[in-house]
């Protein structure tokens, strides 16, 4: 029954196999890329930071507004002393066109405008890091899926030699050169690597799902995922990924940007203290109807018809203002600004410190899985050697199957431990290029 059931559980894996998408490292991603949300999030942060990057949102150009005004009076006179008494209507219509222009505040436009383009390299700054954060989750993932999948192998090469080790010990039952001790220790073993092998399934399920999320896929969605975890290893030179490092990391160069944008702080209020000059253009027309037959000059009453006027005003006037005294405010500004601009230098000393302090701890551990990766390989092989020469020695009642099961369970553990030596160079390897700003253009 056991042997049946583990027949059907392969069969159900090679059959789920079949018909599935196959997907490379590049596929995946280009599809997590158009797919994530936080890149799509941040690609309308840039959009808005480049609409705002204009002159006109700078300051440079006029204001001009046009305006309609119409008022409807009435007037009601009862008062002796006055020639006019009664009741005075009176309806006006003013349109008018006025145009505001500041022609002078201390360069604060020009500064405006430089902040602008600096938030929008800020902005652009942040997309990047964001994609790199995703590309170098996708990468790890998708080789994380391919780890497991390899486990998912070796496991299943073990419970096959478990099966296979206790159907031979059934035949010896049958020709009665076989005590129920070793059967049952025979039989304890392959079950014991059917458990792991259903076990390591799920986690190669797990894995699979997470690389589903991050390409922002349907969650059951599976791939063929084409790749292995075979990479040549490189000959890094500290210098070499130190000088890359301060001049392509997305990081440092967006404290850079940020520096920048202290800096321009810091203009901006020095600019208060300059005047600022401001013209002023306008044209107002005012048309007026005024009703006064219900009024009395005197003895006599008003006219019947309704008395009509204009008046057109052209004006143009200059503003020159100069703040003498706010309370300090304005050269608080100031020196906060100059503190501002001190802390955005310390902080960016501490992060290039901080990203070289990451740097030397991954290019060593990247040299140091260089070695285990090749004292892995050379394991490896002697254990597969050891493991042939072990299953002739137990067929040949050399050795007992204690023996053998510690030697399958060794060899077991040798291949795992090389297929995560593997998987642990590949992700020092892409923690190196995220670091030193060469992520996107290696995988674009």
């Known amino acids: 029954m056991t042997r049946q059931w583990l027949l059907a559980l392969l069969l159900v894996s090679a059959l789920s196999a079949n018909g599935q998408e196959v997907l490379t490292l590049s596929d995946a991603i280009q599809l997590g890329l158009s797919n994530n949300f936080g890149i799509r999030i941040e690609g309308l942060n840039q959009e808005i930071a480049r609409n705002n990057n204009t002159w006109g949102e700078a300051g440079r150009w006029p204001s001009v507004n046009i305006n309609v005004g119409q008022n409807n009076n009435v007037t009601d006179i009862d008062n002796p002393a ?7 209507r009176s309806n006006d219509l003013s349109p008018s066109l006025t145009a505001n222009w500041t022609i002078f505040n201390g360069f604060a436009v020009s500064i405006a405008k430089e902040r602008l383009q ?6 652009d700054g942040n997309a990047v890091i964001v994609i790199e954060n995703a590309v170098q989750a996708i990468i790890e993932a998708f080789y994380n899926t391919i780890l497991e999948q390899e486990r998912t192998k070796v496991l299943e090469e073990q419970l096959i030699l478990s099966r296979d080790r206790y159907n031979y010990i059934l035949l010896r039952k049958n020709l009665g050169s076989a005590v129920t001790f070793d059967i049952l220790q025979d039989k304890n073993a392959y079950l014991t690597d059917s458990s792991n092998y259903v076990l390591q399934q799920l986690n190669y399920q797990n894995a699979h799902r997470n690389l589903n999320l991050l390409l922002a896929e349907d969650l059951s969605q599976h791939f063929e995922l084409s790749g292995d975890l075979d990479r040549d290893a490189k000959l ?3 210098q070499d990924l130190y000088a890359k490092m301060t001049e392509n990391n997305s990081n440092l160069r967006n404290q850079f940007v940020n520096q920048e944008l202290l800096r321009n702080t810091y203009r901006q209020n020095r600019a208060a203290r300059s005047p600022s000059l401001d013209l002023g253009l306008g044209y107002v027309y005012t048309k007026n109807w005024q009703d006064l037959s219900e009024a009395n000059f005197g003895s006599e009453t008003g006219p019947d018809e309704i008395i ?7 004006f143009a006037s200059f503003t020159l203002a100069f703040t003498l005294f706010n309370g300090g405010r304005v050269s608080r500004q100031i020196k906060n600004a100059r503190i501002q601009e001190t802390l955005g230098h ?6 290039t410190l901080s990203l070289n302090n990451d740097l030397l701890t991954a290019y060593d551990r990247y040299n140091v899985r260089v070695k ?19 299953e002739e020695r137990y067929k040949n009642g050399t050795i007992n199957s204690f023996d053998y099961r510690d030697i399958q369970v060794n060899y077991l ?3 795992l431990n090389l297929l995560q030596s593997k998987f642990d160079l590949i ?16 995988y674009q």
């Open 82 to 88: 006055s020639f006019l008494q009664g009741q005075l």
């Open 118 to 123: 600096l938030l929008q390299e800020q902005s």
């Open 236 to 238: 890094y030179v500290y």
């Open 308 to 314: 009509k006027s204009r008046t057109t005003n052209y």
């Open 346 to 351: 310390l902080e960016t000393e501490d992060l």
């Open 372 to 390: 285990l990766l090749n004292i892995a390989v050379e394991n490896q092989a002697t254990a597969a050697l050891n493991l042939d020469l072990a």
């Open 413 to 415: 553990l040798i291949s």
């Open 427 to 442: 992700q020092t390897d892409t923690q190196l290029l995220r670091l030193t700003g060469g992520i996107l253009s290696q």
